[in-house]
């Protein structure tokens, strides 16, 4: 059934390979990834630090420096490949397709721009109630006049919330969280997650949640992809995935897990 | 009012924070009471979580337990004696969550230890002292022959702590260490520090929203809000026996 519908999201062998000028050295970031993400499925790729999990999300919008990195293989969203893609026709996908929300908020918004211009210019027209709506579920207090500051005036778990908003407001169909929610708490990575899945159930929307945080991959994915090393390991399903496997890496993982996360002891 | 007592190794007693004002309009920030009244004590050879939202003022605490900025009013008991700033001996050291910054990014390993070294033990022999310490963080000897920044996040954090303790320090306060990390990192920082804390009797502050983390680490855990405690519970009572509405609130935000 879930085979017959066209994916979001389809990678195909794709490699990351990168070049080093200085010492004219090449290394695959990523290596020969295949997988494909359904709509209204919330899929996370969960791997360690240096796995190569944020240049595998830059590389499937193009975000990377096209002089260090070389691509290859093939990525299709909605139909359409996007390592073909003129510049231009990218970026329509960029805009209307996909949002991105990136792991350092702070860089992810004009420094020099009110909040509230920056998110209107989403292309909802979006009314200040609706605007207070998305604000109170995510527990941002909007008496404070979030929309009237600058960036630089918010906290980073707070401007990692409003990137939340502004990725929700332009109505995509693919969401790219790369570590969201690595700068907040517990309780509002928790609460971060819940609007994303919310987002996700009302619009049919696909969200690629990428992240180091085992207990956030096993509370809200459908499925999980491990990466390690730049490999994809290993997908499950979420119901599958904390049952014991016959993989040394993947064992210790999930014993670490349990040793910090249930009360067993 | 909590009494005094000997077996603490650690006392605050009515300690309060207000940052030095800023904005010199001053049209909003006139309550901005960072710490409010702090008053425990932490007991010889435990280890202590301290938790609570961000902004809660749990980091605040821990540079002001250490000397790195000082209580508007209040005071800092240590083994009896009261202190100001930063404890005259180096006995109270603070592992700072940006732990990559804490290390100089032109200096070998070793050079960087060796700085350290001559502050507290000159006399003695500086590779067995070495070998010695980076055993201690369980860190491979070949590290101080590289720059930190051909070391993992982990191994640089690892350095830090053995920086830390080479200036044998009584007390040490960690902040967020368990931030941006994998559960196998977690799980390997849990277990270091467990046997730090049962080897050298070490006493340990850690400063953490991670209450899973804690639960498994620490002794007694402290719940701060709005720079106030809410309050102090034995570990295995924070999931099962929180007393207060807001730690409930807490706890069941995390499950």
């Known amino acids: ?265 | 009012m909590i009494l005094p007592e000997i077996k603490h190794i650690l006392e605050l007693r009515n300690i309060s924070y207000t940052p030095p004002k800023v904005d010199l309009k001053q049209k909003e920030n006139t309550d901005s009471l960072i710490l409010n009244n702090i008053s425990f004590g932490i007991e010889h050879g435990e280890i202590f979580g301290i938790t609570g939202e961000s902004g809660s003022g749990k980091t605040t605490l821990g540079r002001i337990i250490c000397g790195l900025i000082n209580q508007t009013s209040g005071e800092k008991v240590f083994f009896g004696e009261k202190f100001y700033g930063i404890h005259p001996d180096r006995s109270i050291q603070f592992l700072f969550q940006n732990y990559s910054a804490s290390h100089d990014p032109s200096q070998k390993n070793r050079d960087a230890l060796k700085e350290v070294f001559a502050l507290k033990q000159p006399n003695s022999n500086f590779d067995e002292f070495a070998k010695r310490l980076l055993h201690k963080v369980k860190l491979n000897e070949n590290v101080l022959e590289l720059f930190p920044y051909e070391l993992s996040g982990g191994q640089q954090q690892r350095l830090a702590l053995a920086k830390i303790l080479a200036l044998n320090p009584k007390l040490i306060i960690l902040d967020e260490p368990f931030a941006s990390q994998d559960v196998t990192a977690q799980h390997e920082l849990i277990d270091l520090l467990l046997d730090l804390n049962r080897t050298e009797k070490l006493t340990i502050i850690c400063i953490s929203h991670d209450l899973f983390i804690l639960r498994k680490l620490c002794s007694r855990i402290m719940i701060m809000n709005h720079g106030q405690i809410v309050e102090i519970l034995r570990s295995d009572e924070l999931f099962t026996n929180p007393k207060r509405d807001y730690t409930k609130l807490l706890v069941r935000s995390f499950v």
């Open chain 1, 1 to 265: 059934m879930i085979e017959s519908k066209q994916p979001i999201l389809q990678v195909d062998s794709l490699s990351v390979k990168k070049c080093d000028d200085q010492t004219s050295t090449t290394k695959y970031i990523v290596d020969n990834i295949s997988f494909s993400i359904q709509l209204s499925e919330f899929f996370t790729i969960l791997g360690e630090n240096g796995s190569g999990k944020s240049t595998l999300a830059y590389s499937l919008i193009k975000l990377l420096k096209p002089s260090a990195f070389e691509i290859s293989g093939e990525i299709i969203i909605k139909g359409q490949r996007i390592l073909e893609l003129s510049e231009s026709n990218l970026n329509v996908i960029r805009k209307n397709e996909v949002s991105y929300i990136f792991q350092n908020p702070y860089s992810s918004f004009d420094p020099i721009r009110r909040i509230g211009n920056q998110l209107f210019n989403s292309k909802s027209g979006s009314s200040s109630e609706i605007m207070s709506e998305h604000f109170n579920s995510l527990k941002l207090n909007s008496d404070n006049n979030i929309l009237k500051k600058f960036p630089f005036q918010l906290s980073g778990g707070m401007l990692q919330r409003i990137s939340a908003v502004r990725a929700v407001l332009s109505n995509p169909k693919l969401i790219i969280a790369d570590e969201p929610t690595s700068a907040l708490d517990k309780p509002i990575s928790n609460l971060f997650m819940e609007y994303l899945l919310t987002y996700m159930k009302k619009s049919g929307a696909a969200v690629l949640f990428i992240t180091q945080d085992f207990d956030l991959a096993v509370k809200y994915s459908s499925r999980i992809g491990v990466l390690k090393d730049g490999v994809l390991h290993s997908i499950h399903n979420q119901n599958q995935f904390l049952k014991s496997h016959n993989d040394v890496y993947l064992e210790k993982l999930i014993n670490s897990y349990k040793y910090i996360y249930r009360t067993e002891k």
